[in-house]
């Protein structure tokens, strides 16, 4: 009887000829590679299937959290950890990762990112503060978030927590172009989520009843999730006018002046800029679908 890999890597991918190889090579340190690809009309297919480690597996796509939650349970190993496509582990992190899987004295890790976006890394800005569960020993995984976009892992809230310190290499947006159609596509799936909470409970002045940051932020809650993403659920369960005006101009001042984004140039100015604007327009397009409900 085979014995069970102790670290699987799980890959979700669709039309990502480019980037999938450079993913695959990086996660080739695991016992086992599990690619779920979506449909590709590329070479996806071709270019993963080339490396032997590799099981792939074609799914319709049927959303982020699905297509995650597929490739999380078709994987065998009591160590799972989710990369994307675009995604690189550095040989730092995968170093770090194997000692801290043998030394057995955490049940998840959360890992920092390195985003390169134009082909230029960035070194400055609010990306670089983002960080993510990524690693959970299978005992503890609870699967990936429901979220329409912006999924993320989930462990129970009993798992012990680890920080590494290595980095994913995030290789995010190829052009201008490639962010305007992502942005396009994320801004509809969150305007969907978060039209249902105007539909069920209308726009709030603002973001957050006290009482509300006061229980996700009380230490009896601590998790293994990043205060941002226990704040992530009261997003869209409380719309507010608030968030949709001055959301946007908070985001720049943030990702441009706080965070320094303006020392990256005319591409930290495009991303502050642009976040911005995302920032507003999923507010525009939820606004839209609950007045076209009104209307019916």
Known sequence: MAT??????????????????SCIESALFADEIVVVDGGSTDRTVEVATAYPKVRLIQRPWEGYAPQWNFAIAQSTGNWVMTLSADEVVTTELAAELREAITADQHDA???????????????FGIFRLHNELRCVRRSQLLGMSDDLVHEHLL???????????GKVIHSTYASREEYRLKADRYTDLEAIELAAAIDSGGMHVAPFSLRAVIGVALPRRRDGRSLRERLRPLKNSRPSYLTWYLGPVVRFVVDYVICLGFMDGRTGLFLARSGAAYTYTRYAKAWALHGARERR
């Open 155 to 165: 462990a129970a809230p009993c798992a012990r927590v680890l920080k590494l310190g």
């Open 109 to 123: 890790f959360r890992v920092s990112f390195n985003f390169v976006v134009f082909g230029q890394p960035l070194r």
């Open 4 to 21: 069970a890999a102790q670290l699987s890597i799980v890959v979700i991918a669709q039309d990502e000829e480019q980037e999938i190889g």
